[in-house]
Nanobody, 126 residues
Framework: EVQLVESGGGLVQAGGSLRLSCAAS????????IGWFRQAPGKQREGVSC????????YYADSVKGRFTISSDNAKNTLYLQMNNLKPEDTAVYYC???????????????????WGQGTQVTVSS
């Protein structure tokens, strides 16, 4: 059974940093596309950053490019999202996601992943 458990969210001032973690179980990163989505109240769900471990290819939404970094520790089956220079518009619930069917991170980040974590709240104050 695939399970994704996020941690690391919280309240931070604009310009600050947070690192999200996602502990995954029930599958191997090498066989899946993995990533982070977010959803703010009243806004559409957005694929923030995605990773395909087989070739280490990554995708970032334009809104976070240059500020966020996705990485994984395959030995620990853990996915990370380092978020720097946070802005109030980054406020959202962040979800760790995974799917076996995607081979390109940009398609994965624009799709609908099969597996979702419970989400972790990130709030950025101005």
């Amino acid at each position: 059974e695939v399970q994704l458990v996020e941690s690391g969210g919280g309240l931070v001032q604009a310009g600050g940093s947070l690192r999200l973690s996602c502990a995954a179980s029930g599958f191997t990163f090498d066989d899946y596309a993995i990533g982070w989505f977010r959803q703010a109240p009243g806004k559409q769900r957005e694929g923030v950053s995605c990773l395909v471990s087989s070739d280490n290819s990554t995708y970032y939404a334009d809104s976070v490019k240059g500020r966020f970094t996705i990485s994984s520790d395959n030995a620990k089956n853990t996915l990370y999202l380092q978020m720097n220079n946070l802005k109030p518009e980054d406020t959202a619930v962040y979800y760790c996601v995974a799917d076996r069917s995607y081979f390109w991170p940009d398609y994965f980040c624009s799709g609908l992943p099969d597996y979702w974590g419970q989400g972790t709240q990130v709030t950025v104050s101005s």
